[in-house]
């Protein structure tokens, strides 16, 4: 409560007072009246303090505001990018070829043949020519695996043209020390590549 309000109502109050007491022909005031009428004015005076010192409130803003506006994503599907073709020479294939037929290979000295240690032998197969060239001058057999046993191939006298079978041949001689023995061979063109299937002798040295 403010104070100098306060003050002042009490101080009418008392004044009041001391006058009832001087005249008696004055009529008794009525101390709970004056005392409500002054607890008015003070209520009146604080209410007034107060209204002025309120800040007045901030004026609300009404209604509803509108969606924010957004930019659309546009999501684009990529395209596809074009392969590019590297041209790639195909690998040269080889015209040669070889084949035999397992039954007919060997013309003679069929495998496990027994010799004696250093006899000279000559070996024949017969093969077929499966490629897409003759054989002819150059081609001739060589050696590929196992022991060689100082074999000598013969050499072509014809020419092979493709699907034709031909028996070829190889000197050979039979190792001094006794055992078994296998000796494989190939055709090779006149560039000297070998090519086709092996075909070999299997002796027994006794």
């Given at each position: 409560m403010n104070h100098k309000l306060?003050?002042?109502?009490?101080?009418?109050i008392i004044l009041l007072s001391a006058c009832g007491s001087v005249t008696s022909s004055t009529p008794t005031l009525d101390i709970n009246a004056i005392y409500t009428a002054a607890?008015?004015?003070v209520i009146v005076e604080l209410t007034q303090t107060a209204s002025a010192s309120s800040p007045t409130p901030e004026a609300t803003a009404t209604g509803s505001l509108p969606p924010p506006t957004t930019t659309p994503i546009i999501t684009s599907t990529p395209q596809p990018q074009p392969t590019l073709l590297v041209g790639v020479s195909p690998t040269q294939v080889s015209c040669d070829n070889l084949s035999f037929d397992?039954?007919?290979?060997d013309v003679n000295i069929p495998d496990g043949t027994q010799m004696s240690p250093g006899?000279?032998?000559?070996?024949?197969?017969?093969?077929?020519?499966?490629?897409t060239c003759p054989w002819g001058a150059g081609y001739g057999l060589v050696f590929g695996y196992g022991t060689k046993m100082d074999g000598q191939p013969v050499a072509f006298t014809v020419t092979v043209n493709p699907g034709?079978?031909?028996?070829?041949?190889v000197h050979f001689k039979a190792p001094n020390n006794p055992g078994e023995?296998?000796?494989s061979?190939?055709?090779a063109n006149a560039a000297g590549s070998p090519f086709g299937?092996?075909?070999?002798?299997k002796i027994s040295v006794r």
């Open positions: 306060r003050n002042t109502a009490i101080l009418g607890a008015q004015t397992p039954l007919t290979v006899q000279d032998f000559i070996k024949t197969w017969r093969i077929r020519n499966t490629g034709e079978e031909v028996e070829v041949s023995y296998l000796s061979w190939r055709v299937k092996f075909f070999y002798v």
